[in-house]
């Protein structure tokens, strides 16, 4: 455990009396959040084992951040807004670009390549190299995007920051996530995925598979597959009701998750919009 680690955590056992007055945890907590802004901390990352490893101190830091800043106005070209975070720059040297209509906050983090049409990333988020987010989509705080993604139109990224340990949401290499998707609550999608338009997916929504009928998962899209929304039937006492489920529709071969027409006739076949 680091130095910065260990009054990190013990700046948050005071949570409650930080205010801007305290400097010494500011100082601490700005720089834990130039780290996240930098890239060179990560609020959580999928760990050798396969499994996400949440790094309970950074989050923190963004929790206490709220506390130590005090309101400001920030004016952008003819806009004006009043918050306590300020929105990332300097997009040029990072390698990123970013369209008009589009905003991040300091302390996410934007890997090269990265293209933001006009949407919004909150902080720390951590989006991966050579990833689109596509226009009106929203990267919730702390969720974790990998490299090569591509989240379409109006998808919705949740955010997570309380609890501290809770896990956020994971979008890993090579994934499509459909426009309108909504993806929340530490739900996770693997390598190589697609999600047809307008999937949820969240931790309590089963992941099934269509050649089986068995249940995979909950909350999580394994690697290499092709999964839409669909229901499936239950009884209740006051009556017969269908509950949302993701549906496995086909187990991508290696190679395939980039061959876009094909999926998309797959994914039209199925009577899934595209």
Not at 240 to 249: A, K, Q
Request: hydrophobic share 40%; proline share 5%; net charge negative.
């Amino acid at each position: 455990m680091s130095d910065l680690e260990t009054r990190i955590n013990e700046w948050f056992d005071h949570i409650a009396d930080m205010t801007p007055e305290n400097t010494e945890a500011r100082r601490d907590v700005e720089l834990v959040i130039t780290k996240l802004d930098d890239g060179q901390l990560r609020v959580a990352e999928v760990d050798k084992g396969g499994d996400v490893l949440v790094h309970e101190w950074v989050k923190k830091a963004i929790l206490l951040l709220f506390r130590l800043r005090s309101m400001t106005k920030i004016e952008v070209g003819p806009f004006e807004y009043f918050d306590k975070l300020d929105l990332k720059s300097d997009y040029e040297r990072r390698g990123v670009r970013v369209l008009p209509g589009a905003s991040a906050r300091r302390g996410s983090f934007l890997s090269p390549g990265v293209i933001l049409m006009p949407s919004y990333v909150n902080i720390g988020a951590w989006v991966g190299p050579g990833t689109m987010v596509d226009t009106w989509a929203t990267v919730g705080s702390c969720a974790q995007i990998g490299a090569n993604v591509h989240l379409a139109g109006g998808v919705g990224i949740g955010g997570v920051l309380e609890p501290a340990n809770a896990v956020p949401v994971v979008i890993e290499d090579g994934a499509f996530i459909g426009s309108r998707c909504m993806i929340v609550d530490g739900a996770r999608v693997g390598k190589g995925s697609v999600l047809g338009a307008g999937t949820i997916l969240n931790p309590t929504i089963p992941v099934i598979d269509a050649l089986t009928g068995e249940e995979v998962s909950r909350g999580y899209v394994p690697d290499h597959c092709v999964a839409v929304s669909a229901n499936r039937r239950r009884e209740f006492p006051g009556g017969e009701f269908f509950l949302p489920c993701v549906l496995i529709i086909k187990r991508l071969e290696e190679g395939e998750q980039h061959n876009k027409v094909a999926l998309n006739d797959l994914l039209r076949d199925h009577g899934v919009p595209t």
